[in-house]
């Protein structure tokens, strides 16, 4: 599962295989109310279908991109909701190599994508710290997209140059590199709030905790999300 504690309010994703029974939330029984319906009680149901056209090249994708999305964005924007996907290549190791398994990890493909659905429903969960790895510039992201970054994640990516001196970068990603909570790895963290703050950001922002260093127990998730908490408290109020 994976445990992450907003700046406002909590979120938690609980991954789950059940096939029967039913999810209550401050006893209410939600399990068929419409996902649309869910986002006012501050939950939302973020599928992963990551595989649909794996083996299709990034041109072939984007070319399906609008028959795919249209409708959903569409859908969206009719009942004042916003779709916000994230950054994330997807590309850890040997089961997404060599090309990961989103689209969307890209300015060059961002751009490309909000031209073909230009709606302003659709923008950009934004974490900074897939831009370490990739040599990509996460502060000209937050200033060109502004108006495009709906939800900000909250996480860090640490390189060992080492590593990276010993494979290269068209090696597995983790080979050289580990997510860590904010303040443990690589992210300018004073810098990426000034760009946030300079654009006026006022969304919504989540801790996500993806360090392995503390998934020994549960308390070492709450003690990862004190932590990053306590660090963030240095810029954020």
Same mark, same amino acid.
């Given at each position: 599962?994976?445990?992450?504690?907003?700046?406002?309010?909590?979120?938690?994703?609980i991954?789950?295989?059940?096939?029967?029974?039913?999810?209550e939330?401050?006893?209410?029984?939600?399990?068929?109310?419409?996902?649309?319906?869910?986002?006012?009680?501050?939950?939302?149901?973020?599928?992963?279908?990551?595989?649909?056209? +794996?083996?299709m #090249?990034?041109?072939?994708n984007?070319?399906? !991109? &609008?028959?795919?999305?249209? $409708?959903?964005?569409?859908?969206?924007?009719?009942?004042?909701?916003?779709?916000?996907?994230?950054?994330?290549?997807?590309?850890?190791?040997?089961?997404?190599?060599?090309?990961?398994?989103? +689209?969307?990890? #890209?300015?060059?493909?961002?751009?490309?994508? !909000? &031209?073909?659905?230009?709606? $302003?429903?659709f923008?950009l969960?934004?974490?900074?710290?897939?831009?370490?790895?990739?040599?990509?510039?996460?502060?000209?992201?937050?200033y060109?997209?502004?108006?495009?970054?709906f939800?900000i994640?909250?996480?860090?990516?640490?390189?060992?140059?080492?590593?990276?001196?010993?494979?290269?970068?068209?090696?597995y990603?983790l080979?050289?590199?580990?997510?860590?909570?904010?303040?443990l790895?690589?992210?300018?963290w004073?810098?990426?709030i000034s760009?946030?703050?300079?654009?006026?950001y006022?969304?919504?922002?989540?801790?996500?905790?993806?360090?392995?260093?503390?998934?020994?127990?549960?308390?070492?998730?709450?003690?990862?999300?004190r932590?990053?908490?306590?660090?963030?408290?240095?810029?954020?109020?």
């Open positions: 599962y994976e445990i992450a504690s907003c700046l406002v309010g909590s979120e938690m994703c991954r789950d295989s059940s096939k029967t029974g039913k999810v939330f401050m006893g209410e029984d939600i399990s068929h109310i419409e996902s649309y319906k869910l986002l006012p009680k501050g939950l939302a149901h973020v599928p992963e279908g990551r595989r649909i056209f +794996l083996q #090249t990034v041109e072939e984007l070319d399906k !991109f &609008e028959v795919v999305w249209g $409708p959903i964005v569409a859908y969206a924007e009719s009942k004042g909701v916003r779709i916000a996907i994230e950054n994330c290549p997807m590309l850890f190791g040997r089961d997404q190599w060599p090309g990961g398994q989103n +689209l969307m990890c #890209t300015p060059k493909i961002y751009r490309q994508l !909000f &031209e073909i659905i230009p709606s $302003p429903n923008g969960n934004f974490d900074p710290s897939h831009y370490v790895w990739q040599g990509l510039d996460y502060l000209k992201t937050v060109d997209f502004a108006d495009r970054i939800h994640h909250f996480k860090d990516i640490k390189l060992y140059p080492d590593r990276l001196a010993e494979c290269g970068v068209l090696a990603p080979d050289y590199m580990s997510p860590k909570i904010p303040g790895g690589d992210v300018n004073g810098a990426f760009a946030l703050n300079d654009i006026r006022d969304g919504d922002a989540v801790i996500e905790v993806e360090d392995k260093a503390f998934e020994g127990s549960n308390e070492d998730i709450l003690k990862s999300i932590l990053s908490k306590r660090y963030l408290d240095n810029y954020l109020i």
